[in-house]
């Protein structure tokens, strides 16, 4: 259990933060920037929830949120040794958080016909939101990426990010009425 009886601490006021093993890191590194994506896809799927009823989606959204925090904590935990076993001290994102999402990305596909365009982020503003999350995800997926390419990350965290995104298409769609809502891309529509 996490308790924070004061929010400010002062010791990042030299520019560092610290990580879970107890380093010490320059605000400016990849792995901060990931986490930081990480946070703020985070805030945008929570701005995207209270646009939905109480209700399935919403309860999936709630569930990914704290995912999220699973994989912050995951990037806030170095393994110099490619170690990704979690552990009772070491949070870790699982690949049955990754089969999670690909079942309900398929669930959730299950009710739409297929594409046969390029859709624009928009239709209701619940899909809108669920776009903008979707796009927040993105980055914070490149982030993340940017950081493997330095360091080791869990692959696991990678596929999470990686089909979250998709997910939140799929979601998109659903709440543009299964997909009739849909904006369609009109390529050259305004030359």
Same mark, same amino acid.
């Given at each position: 259990m996490v308790k924070l009886n004061k929010i400010? /601490?002062? /010791?990042?006021?030299? +520019?560092? /933060? +610290?990580?879970?093993? +107890?380093?010490?890191? /320059?605000k400016a590194s990849l792995r901060i920037e990931a986490i930081g994506k990480v946070d703020e896809a985070n805030s945008a799927i929570g701005l995207a929830a209270a646009a939905l009823d109480e209700g399935a989606h919403a309860a999936s959204l709630f569930r990914i949120q704290n995912d999220l925090f699973d994989l912050g904590a995951d990037l806030a935990t170095p393994a110099t040794d490619g170690d990704f076993a979690p552990s009772e001290m070491v949070l870790r994102v699982l690949p049955s958080q990754v089969e999670w999402l690909e079942q309900s990305i398929d669930t959730l596909n299950e009710q739409l016909e297929p594409l046969t365009s390029f859709i624009l982020p928009g239709g209701s503003e619940a899909a809108a939101r669920t776009h903008v999350a979707r796009a927040g995800t993105r980055a914070a997926e490149r982030a993340v990426t940017a950081l493997a390419a330095a360091e080791p990350v869990n692959p696991a965290a990678l596929a999470y990010i990686n089909r979250l995104s998709d997910y939140l298409f799929v979601l998109a769609r659903v709440l543009n009425h299964g997909g009739r809502a849909d904006?369609?891309?009109i390529p050259g529509a305004n030359r």
């Open positions: 400010y /601490t002062r /010791t990042g006021d030299d +520019g560092t /933060t +610290g990580l879970v093993d +107890g380093s010490r890191v /320059t904006v369609k891309w």
